[in-house]
């Protein structure tokens, strides 16, 4: 493990394969207690992931996710074969609408779900989230007549790895009573948006206890090029 860089926010470290990380590791890194983020780059700057990453970590303590990002131009263009759908897609740039959606598929969704290893840290910056960013999103719902059944959303967002901006990917819900043919089409429709971003890049963060939204991204051929901790309870020095 060698030291890289410590900024403002974030102290990094180079560490060869990621996916030996333990928890034994990752706390003999020297991570003060001013220092947000604990962020570990692989080597090449692409970690070598061919499944989802599974960290034994106790996340009472803290909380970690892998950064995505793929290329715009190389998601998988979509065909869809299933027949004629009711599914119709629309574009939402913040509102109320899409305010209400995202947050009432996210509480479901990932809040409950998700409940016993949301950090006290990771809730904050939910919340910080919510409030101020929130209402800036571009969107885009699929809907089956009036009732939305997906939802993707984000913005774009300075990458400093990149030194440039990328469009920052921030939920995606497919409504999981969705089967077959129509889940297909949800599935398409929400890549096809994600095709026209105005920016070159799209960006993921992943909580690494999240195993279905790891798979959704690394079928999608996207590149896990970080790995962050920041939830800070008992770790560090």
């Known amino acids: 493990m060698k030291h890289l860089k410590t900024t403002k926010t974030t102290i990094s470290y180079k560490y060869r394969d990621a996916k030996k990380l333990t928890p034994a ?17 692989p080597d090449g700057g692409v970690m070598k992931m061919d499944r989802p990453l599974k960290l034994g970590v106790p996340w009472h303590k803290f909380s970690g996710g892998v950064i ?28 109320r609408k899409l305010s209400s ?3 009432s598929s996210q509480n479901r969704y990932y809040n409950v779900v998700w409940k016993g290893l949301l950090g006290r840290h990771m809730k904050e910056e939910s919340r910080t989230f919510n409030r101020e960013s929130l209402p800036k999103l571009t969107g885009c719902t699929v809907n089956n ?10 913005d774009k967002y300075k990458v400093k790895l990149l030194g440039t901006f990328a469009w920052f990917i921030t939920w995606i819900w497919i409504d999981p009573a969705l089967k077959g043919p129509m889940r297909d089409k949800a599935r398409s429709m929400i890549i096809d948006w994600l095709r026209k971003r105005p920016l070159k890049h799209l960006v993921a963060y992943v909580n ?4 279905p939204s790891q798979k959704f991204f690394l ?4 590149k896990p090029i970080r790995l962050v901790f920041y939830e800070r309870d008992g770790i560090g020095s």
């Open 101 to 103: 959606l995202y947050t």
């Open 219 to 222: 079928k999608l051929g996207f």
């Open 145 to 154: 007549g009036r009732r939305p059944v997906a939802l993707v959303a984000g």
């Open 208 to 211: 690494t206890f999240n195993i």
């Open 25 to 41: 590791i990752i706390r003999k890194a020297k991570w003060p207690r001013d220092i947000k983020f604990l962020c570990f780059e």
């Open 68 to 95: 995505f990002m793929q290329k715009r131009d190389a998601l998988p263009a979509q065909v869809f074969n299933g027949g004629k759908s009711s599914l119709r897609a629309v574009t939402l740039k913040g509102g």
